[in-house]
């Protein structure tokens, strides 16, 4: 059974970025797909993106997210990234990652097994 942990989370201004990191335990990441979620406040958990197993070379994005955040896989390392450029106050949530190996690249929160804890990212205006 694989174990995640997210780290790379803090407080950034706007405009600014972060790199999120999801390492893996207990298993090799490379054959799951790997998603990155959010949820705010109050809000329900969104799906942000999504990389495919093995070669990572199909990406999926949120369109809230698309052209600013870039999600990668570095099999090597058992990690998956989620790099967040230009980030927006409405960018501010708890960020998850989640992994299947059955699904790639799915949206949907209920296609993934395993989750992380989460990190915070908070952006000030």
């Known amino acids: 059974q694989v174990q995640l942990v997210e780290s790379g989370g803090g407080l950034v201004q706007a405009g600014g970025s972060l790199r999120l990191s999801c390492v893996a335990s207990?298993?090799?990441?490379?054959?799951?797909?790997v998603g990155w979620f959010r949820q705010a406040p109050g809000k329900e958990r969104e799906f942000v993106a999504a990389?495919?197993?093995?070669?990572?070379?199909?990406?999926n994005y949120a369109d809230s997210v698309k052209g600013r955040f870039t999600i990668s896989r570095d099999n090597s390392k058992n990690t998956v990234y989620l790099q967040m450029n230009s980030l927006k106050p409405e960018d501010t949530a708890v960020y998850y990652c989640?992994?299947?190996?059955?699904?790639?690249?799915?949206?949907?929160?209920?296609?993934?097994?395993?989750w992380g804890q989460g990190t915070q990212v908070t952006v000030s205006s």
């Open positions: 207990g298993g090799i990441l490379t054959t799951y797909g």
């Open positions: 989640a992994a299947d190996r059955t699904w790639q690249l799915a949206t949907s929160s209920n296609k993934y097994v395993y």
């Open positions: 990389v495919n197993n093995w070669s990572g070379r199909s990406t």
